[in-house]
């Protein structure tokens, strides 16, 4: 690993390098997608002075970046969409053959809900994938992601929460029987409504009935093998 030979100590222990987002999918699972870049979460351990280090060494238009056509972005820790004790998981695999850096992954249920704010084409693509390999448990989903809510409504982007942030239901999507065998296990359904419908929802005051009926939304399940379709609803 290039930036771990580059890298220059910081003090007596190793460095943790906590990675998020499609990074973390790729290292503890065999889903693999193009990407421009792996995201690291600047926490108390991964510092400024390291964050630079790591920025100069391995982040955008540096000679690694050229190299691979893959930089290193450090995320603000308040940025993320997470639960408040996100889960990580240590990759004693990788970091045997590291001289400087622990590794360390965002938990893959924890990945999805960081998504789902941003819910872009590429948020989308990893969701399903995570869920067609069915490690997206429908009711640990549900508990991530309220905390996950709690967390941003309570936080410094409360006020921007109300205005980016949508409501996002989960419900079990059903699996069909094929072939005389028993059906597949659930997956789930994620549907996102709208901004009005939010704002409602967070004042404890039930939607007008005036209300258009506009949601968007995701939805994929694996029925033996086989994968629905993605399907994006658009506002009616």
Known sequence: MELDRAWKRLGQGRQLLPIIGSGALMLQTDYRRGTKDNDALQTASLGHEAKQQLLAIGGQDTVLHQRHRLYIDVVSSG????????????????NQSLQHFDVSVLDVVDVVVSKLKRFHANDRADISAMIDRELVPHELLAQRFEEAVDVWKDGANAEDSHSRMPFVHLAPAPSRHQGGRPPGPRAPTLLRRSRCRLRARRAATPPSIDEPPCTVGFQSAQTRGRTKDTRIFKPA
Do not use: A, N, Y
């Open 79 to 94: 940025l993320p969409f997470l639960p408040h004790v996100p889960t990580w998981h240590e990759r004693p695999d990788l």
